[in-house]
């Protein structure tokens, strides 16, 4: 081997735990940010499944007829104005 050679791989094998140490908070660090983007997909699909789901539902409305309040209140109006 040439000396550069044997230079590079003396100062490798000093650097080799710092290296280590290194990749190994890299790869616990790639794998927090796949982990939330895996959890924030699955949310983000569940999320719009519910809300496709409830659109679908046909909406319940309910009529109301106020035109016996209306008569009555019409009725107090004109028992007032005859008083």
Known sequence: MSQEKVDRYKKEKANRR????KEKIQYI???CIVGVLAVA???WIGYSAVN???DS???ETAEVDYNAIT???TGLLT???TQ
């Open 18 to 21: 710092k290296n280590m140490k």
């Open 29 to 31: 660090i790639r794998r």
């Open 41 to 43: 997909l699955v949310g």
């Open 52 to 54: 496709m789901y409830m």
């Open 57 to 59: 539902r046909p909406v």
């Open 71 to 73: 008569d009555y209140e």
């Open 79 to 81: 028992a007032d104005e």
